[in-house]
Each structure stands twice: as structure tokens, then as C-alpha cells.
């Protein structure tokens, strides 16, 4: 078991920023990708970045440029800055940990090109941390 506890969100105005934090911890040997994902009221689980090892990252295409991840592997802890925030970027953001290529849930197999862009895929998350971006 992995377990990841998310910290950082909070109240920010337009055009700030804000640094979000996941501390991961148990059985972690062998987790070679993280990643942060963002889910608003009303729509379905979104990417927002991983980082896999050797430091490659993906980013949503809402996010490019805006945000970057991080990874502390003395702490432990992935992070995820993000500055120049939007309205429409509050939403609850989780931290997750080890996709895999096949989704029971779903049935489904994944390009090894691009599983670890898809929420489902990720076998640990965190409880969450609400950002909101007020206008």
C-alpha cells in the first residue's frame, strides 16, 4: 500500500499562485510515476501533470506553461506549482501514484505511450486538497 497526503490548497485571487505538496509513504519501491490531477464540481477527473522517473513530465493542456511539477525524492514529496492562476482553475486536486497499463474497472489496456495521463489508471490517491481562485 502507498499511501499520499496532499497539503497547500487554499483561497487565492486571479493571477496568484499557490504551491501544493503530496507526501507519499508505505510501500513505495517500484512507484515510478506520480501525478497530480484536478476535479471541479460537475465535471470528471482531470490530468494536471506527472512526472515519471528520470524527471519526464506531461502537462494538461489547460496548465501548460502555468504550472510545473517537481519531485523531492529525499522527502519524498511531489509538488506542484502553480502561479498565475484562473476562475477556472478551482477545482479538488489529487495526488496519485502508480498507473498500470490495464484498467479492470473499465477493461480497458493503455498505450504505454500514455497511461499515465489517464486518472483511472492510477492504483493510489490522496484525500484531496481544494483550491478555489476567486475573481
Known amino acids: 500500500q502507498v499511501q499520499l497526503v496532499e497539503s497547500g490548497g487554499g483561497l487565492v485571487q486571479t493571477g496568484g499562485s499557490l504551491r501544493l505538496s503530496c507526501a507519499y509513504s508505505?510501500?513505495?519501491?517500484?512507484?515510478?510515476?506520480l501525478g497530480w490531477f484536478r476535479q471541479a464540481p460537475g465535471h470528471q477527473r482531470e490530468l494536471v501533470a506527472t512526472i515519471r522517473d528520470g524527471g519526464s513530465v506531461d502537462y494538461g493542456d489547460s496548465v501548460k506553461g502555468r504550472f510545473t511539477i517537481s519531485k523531492d525524492n529525499a522527502k519524498n514529496t511531489v509538488y506542484l506549482q502553480m502561479s498565475s492562476l484562473k476562475p477556472e482553475d478551482t477545482a479538488d486536486y489529487y495526488c496519485?501514484?502508480?498507473?498500470?497499463?490495464?484498467?479492470?474497472?473499465?477493461?480497458?489496456?493503455?498505450?504505454?505511450?500514455?497511461?499515465?495521463?489517464?486518472?483511472?489508471?492510477?492504483?493510489?490517491w490522496g484525500q484531496g486538497t481544494q483550491v478555489t481562485v476567486s475573481s
Open positions: 496519485a501514484a502508480d498507473p498500470v497499463y490495464y484498467c479492470a474497472a473499465s477493461d480497458k489496456y493503455y498505450s504505454s505511450n500514455n497511461y499515465y495521463t489517464v486518472a483511472e489508471t492510477y492504483r493510489y
Open positions: 508505505g510501500n513505495i519501491r517500484g512507484i515510478n510515476v
